[in-house]
């Protein structure tokens, strides 16, 4: 079936180092891919997307990374800071059932200072 | 997202009763959605609309029925909780067919005794 599933569920990582989360995913159909960060007590925030015709899309200190070949999909961080520590997650959009997202279950990231 | 607001926050309860949580958004919006979230597992989607004459189920919905007020309210509830429903719920929304990305609320921490 369906799935998306992370790599790693807990990443540590040391203050201004740069983060890099993993995601698989299972549908080759699917168009549309998104990152959300959800911190402790509060719904998940857009941090990035990217659309199946990229393979890279760069925000402010965030960089999206879609592989088709092999359905993976990653985050990277840059300098990464205290505040970002966060669970992550992906999402994709399945083409053919483009009124839903499926989600990941979350990577936890971890920033030490 | 404040323009997604949700109440409760919080609600603990007996089971066999009847619960409703709602949901209210500025954004003008025209899709909204329920989903719920377990530890170690991803949002998954329990209702969800397109306007306020076209509701859907979700890939969960038993146990819960919701009600679509107006564009900007979309309540969810549960006609008689029982444990397992214990969870975090997030009510999302969503500009329209062409818009991609969800936007959502705080969340409710639902405990069902």
């Known amino acids: 079936g369906e799935s998306v599933g992370l790599h790693l569920p807990t990443l540590s990582v040391q203050e201004g180092d740069n983060s890099i989360i993993n995601c698989a995913y299972s549908?080759?159909?699917?168009?549309?891919f998104i990152w959300y960060k959800q911190e402790s007590g509060k719904g998940p925030q857009f941090i990035i997307d990217i659309r199946s015709n990229m393979d890279k899309r760069q925000g402010q200190r965030v960089t999206v990374l879609l592989n088709k070949t092999v359905k993976h999909l990653s985050l990277q961080i840059a300098a990464t800071q205290p505040g970002d520590s966060a669970v992550y997650f992906c999402a994709e959009r399945p083409m053919d059932s483009s009124y839903k997202l499926i989600f990941g279950s979350g990577t936890r990231l971890l920033v030490r200072p | 997202d404040a323009d997604v607001t949700q109440t409760p926050r919080n609600r603990i309860t007996k089971t066999g009763k009847r619960i409703m949580l709602e949901c209210s958004q500025t954004k003008g919006h025209d899709r909204m959605y329920w989903y719920r979230q377990d530890p170690g597992l991803g949002l998954r989607l329990i209702y969800y609309s397109f306007d306020v004459k076209d509701i859907n189920k979700g890939e969960i919905s038993d146990g819960y029925s919701v009600s679509r007020q107006a564009q900007a309210k979309f309540s969810l509830s549960l006609e008689s909780a029982i444990p397992n429903q214990t969870a975090l719920y997030f009510c999302a929304t969503r500009a329209g067919v062409w818009a991609d990305t969800q936007y959502f609320g705080p969340g409710t921490r639902l405990t069902v005794l």
């Open positions: 549908n080759s159909a699917s168009d549309y």
